[in-house]
């Protein structure tokens, strides 16, 4: 078996509007080893969500995967027939999504939910479903499962739908689980209890985790190894703590310096500018407007990704030359 | 001697809660929103409140500004009664007391008229406080504009034109259109992306170092409130739980929840591993708080806790004020 779990390689999504193509995902390459937790970080607009979709092609109309492969466990999923995709989706793959309250459907209780996932990827009886589903909700620390299943999402808190929602992408051991911002519309308290609980069980099911996520924090305590996109594409991949002390991409780097943090005061330097729009997207370099190291050549072609290190790439012409600082090692 | 800008005495709000129905609605229960809060902030700082949703962070703003009518308690703003004022005052007082103190929204995407352009929204308030004559609209709106980082060709378009981030900044515009000294931002870059948030915040930062402003900072977001706030006040279900300089709340907090609320905040750094205290459940409804210590039915410490009673905040030196019965110092 190789160890290698997820290989996406030069992945191109287009959104047709009216108003033009969005070329919100074009060409992300990425690997994902077997057991890994990948952070995928980025801001709103760079592609971290339409490449999940795109991984579980589910990417909403007008949307359309144009280019690129992607292999699952060594299968093209590109060349899978709708049906055996289905199969995968909350089987093998499994995904979360940001919100739990539209991510529930408000009109069937929890258990019926959680069945439903169950009875479409394994034939279980009907009290052995029940005890499945039982079991899930204790898996993921929902108190008093037994009868709290009988209810509808509403009538649970954010955290609890959180909870059941993980419950749901559990539900068929899944080998590769998508966690699209998780946390974010969770209070800092219960965000704690819901990245534990996702840590917790990744090692105990051994699954490969792809954080979603844009919150450096969160990429920095989870993941072993992390993304950065912008634009939709991929400007750098590194170990996670070689990202955050030796950034090579000056995004990574104004990414770093841009946020807050809670232990230190800091001077934050800004990233002057705006996301940029991606039906007309920048040429060349998608960041050269942003970046203070830009020269002529960022503004003609696209640089590709190069490798600067063991597991380190980065896609900058200037890498040799810029010296970038990441974050200081904190005090403790 | 640094002078009180805003003091906040025992401020209360419950909002009743009724029984459905259309002719005989009952009152079946009281949200605590804000229980019994006191606070001062002084001339040129920024005075942070942070805690969850549902704390009653948003509640307290509106009730600073008499935006909604506090069940008890008083505000003043320069020693001046604000409820007084607002009651009794003549329209041209309460306009005059209206200019010195503006509020900037978290969401800039519903607090902007979309059928305006900038230049009617930051000249809006010309025409409600009359205070600019009609000849200096343009500069004054061209100078605002350019205060807050934004271009005079920006004043013709629209705010769908913009993105989050300069809407933020036409907001800030708006808000100080007026020339207030007291600004209280609720939430101002929760809405915001990671890399356009430090420039909103180095914005206010340098805005209240050149204007003199005094700030109150809303946020649920610690990291931010460390980076903007001289001091800090943490909420808790309606109550104030602890209240410090912000380098003292954050290096050495006292209280169990300020413990648990920094630890649960992930630092931006691989280096930095921490002993996680993670707290169980989550924050009880607000209809009906918990009787005593409202942090007792989450509080590590509880088994340890005999009293029965709700700790009163106080001051365990240098302006440091705790609400707990079993005051660690660590």
Known sequence: MSSTILNIDGIQTHFFTEAGVVQAVDGISFTLKRGESLGLVGESGSGKTVTALSVLRIVPIPGKIVAGKIEFNGEDLLKKKENDMRKLRGGDIAIIFQDPSSSLNPVYTVETQLSDVIRAHQDLREQDLKEKAIELLKLVGLPDPEARMQEYPHQFSGGMKQRVAIARALACEPKLLFADEPTTNLDVTIQAQVLRLLNDLKGRLGMSLVMITHDMGIVAELTARTVVLYAGRVCEIARTPDLFVAPKHPYTAALLAAVPRLDMRKTLRVIPGNIPNLIEPPTGCRFHPRCEYATDACKEEQPVLEQVGPEHFVACYRWREIELKGERVSRE | ?330
Not at chain 2, 110 to 134: A, W, Y
Not at chain 2, 298 to 324: F, N, S
């Open chain 2, 1 to 330: 001697m640094s002078e009180t800008l805003i003091k906040v005495q025992n401020l209360r709000k419950w909002f009743p809660v009724y029984s459905r129905g259309v002719l005989l609605k009952k009152e079946v229960g009281v949200v605590h929103a804000v229980d019994n809060i006191s606070f001062e902030i002084v001339k040129g700082e920024t005075f942070g409140l942070v805690g969850e949703s549902g704390c009653g962070k948003t509640t307290a703003a509106r009730l600073i500004l008499n935006l909604i009518d506090p069940t008890a308690g008083k505000v003043f703003f320069q020693g001046q009664n604000v409820y007084d004022k607002f009651k009794s005052g003549s329209s041209e007082e309460k306009l005059r007391f209206r200019r010195k103190m503006q509020l900037i929204f978290q969401n800039p995407y519903g607090s902007l008229d979309p059928r305006m352009t900038v230049f009617d929204i930051i000249s809006e308030p010309f025409i409600i406080h009359k205070h600019v004559p009609r000849k200096d609209w343009k500069d004054r709106v061209y100078k605002l504009l350019s205060l807050v980082g934004l271009e005079e060709y920006h004043a013709e378009r629209y705010p769908h034109e913009f993105s989050g981030g300069q809407r933020q900044r036409i907001c800030i515009a708006r808000a100080l259109a007026v020339e207030p000294e007291f600004l209280i931002a609720d939430e101002p870059v929760s809405s915001l992306d990671v890399s356009i948030r430090a420039q909103i915040l180095n914005l206010l930062g340098d805005l209240q170092k050149t204007m003199g402003l005094t700030y109150l900072y809303i946020s649920h977001d610690l990291s931010s409130v460390r980076q903007i706030s001289h001091r800090v006040a943490v909420m808790y279900l309606g109550e104030i739980v602890e209240l410090a300089n912000t380098d003292e709340l954050f290096d050495k907090p006292i209280h169990p929840y300020t413990h648990a609320l920094i630890q649960a905040v992930p630092i931006p750094d691989p280096a930095t591993k921490r002993m996680k205290l993670i707290l169980p459940g989550e924050v009880p409804s607000p209809i009906n708080p918990p009787k005593g210590c409202r942090f007792r039915p989450r509080c590590p410490y509880a088994k340890e806790c005999k009293r029965e009673d709700a700790p009163k905040l106080m001051d365990v030196g240098g302006g440091h004020l705790v609400a707990c019965h079993i005051i660690r110092y660590s």
